[in-house]
């Protein structure tokens, strides 16, 4: 089952999710403008990461066509950011882990999404992206640290800034774990601070969603 669903989460932003069955060649079947991407294929991955880079690709192009109707190939900025060159002031989000892809797109600016498979990695890796706060607040719960990392995952996609500190500058409130809900997140610059409403969801009981929108509260 490829193409999973395309939901409006705003006035104009959407979001994509695709459940990966598909070989590469069917993927590239798939995908316009093949010989821009071919020179862009990343050689020497392993399957299942060239099928996700395709599928988020051909995601990426079945979005678009839902919001705009001008050509427009796909390219990554010196951050790794992935955007459509023709619309320079459209937002783009790409993620994948295990057999799920998200795009989240919005003609209105920038956006952030990551998908993650639930697994201890994130409780192991914890004292390095979690204040002391959040650590206390996930307890023993492998959901809850997946959340947690994922939710910084798209406020830093959002900002696309390097060298962030995700234990000291990508901050999110306690919150209790329901199917699905909203995260408060606080990113703490040098001379700024801004709070952002980070949307999450169990997207299959070993997976988890999240993502941010560029409305933000500054303070």
Same mark, same amino acid.
């Given at each position: 089952?490829? =193409?999973?669903?395309?939901?409006?989460?705003?006035?104009?932003?959407?979001?994509?999710?695709?459940?990966?069955?598909?070989?590469?060649?069917?993927?590239?079947?798939?995908?316009?403008?093949?010989?821009?991407?071919?020179?862009?294929? #990343?050689?020497?991955?392993?399957?299942? *990461?060239?099928?996700?880079?395709?599928?988020?690709?051909?995601? %990426?192009?079945?979005?678009?066509?839902?919001?705009?109707?001008?050509? %427009?190939?796909?390219?990554?900025?010196?951050?790794?950011?992935?955007? /459509?060159?023709?619309?320079?002031?459209?937002?783009?989000?790409?993620?994948?882990?295990?057999?799920?892809? &998200?795009?989240?797109?919005?003609?209105?600016?920038?956006?952030?999404?990551?998908? !993650? +498979?639930?697994?201890?990695? &994130?409780?192991?890796?914890?004292?390095?992206?979690?204040?002391?706060?959040?650590? &206390?607040?996930?307890?023993?719960? &492998?959901?809850?640290?997946?959340?947690?990392?994922?939710?910084? !995952?798209?406020?830093?996609?959002?900002?696309?800034?390097?060298?962030?500190? /995700?234990? !000291?500058? +990508? =901050?999110?409130? #306690? /919150?209790?774990? *329901?199917?699905?809900?909203?995260?408060?997140?606080?990113?703490?610059?040098?001379?700024?601070?801004?709070?952002?409403?980070?949307?999450?969801?169990?997207?299959?009981?070993?997976?988890?969603?999240?993502? %941010?929108?560029?409305?933000?509260?500054?303070?």
């Amino acid at each position: 089952m490829p =193409l999973y669903s395309i939901t409006p989460v705003s006035q104009t932003a959407v979001l994509g999710l695709w459940q990966l069955t598909e070989s590469v060649p069917d993927l590239w079947d798939l995908l316009p403008a093949q010989p821009h991407y071919l020179a862009r294929y #990343p050689d020497g991955r392993d399957e299942l *990461r060239a099928r996700q880079w395709l599928a988020g690709r051909v995601l %990426a192009h079945q979005l678009l066509q839902e919001v705009n109707d001008t050509p %427009a190939t796909l390219h990554n900025d010196p951050n790794g950011r992935p955007y /459509f060159a023709e619309l320079p002031g459209l937002g783009l989000s790409i993620s994948h882990s295990g057999e799920w892809v &998200a795009v989240l797109l919005d003609p209105r600016g920038a956006v952030g999404t990551d998908i !993650e +498979l639930v697994r201890t990695k &994130a409780q192991q890796l914890a004292p390095r992206f979690l204040s002391e706060t959040e650590r &206390a607040d996930a307890g023993d719960d &492998a959901v809850k640290y997946s959340l947690y990392w994922s939710a910084k !995952e798209t406020l830093y996609k959002l900002h696309s800034r390097r060298g962030l500190v /995700f234990k !000291e500058q +990508l =901050l999110l409130d #306690p /919150f209790g774990l *329901r199917e699905a809900g909203v995260l408060t997140g606080h990113l703490l610059l040098e001379n700024s601070r801004s709070q952002h409403q980070i949307h999450y969801q169990r997207l299959h009981p070993d997976y988890v969603l999240t993502y %941010a929108l560029s409305e933000f509260v500054k303070w």
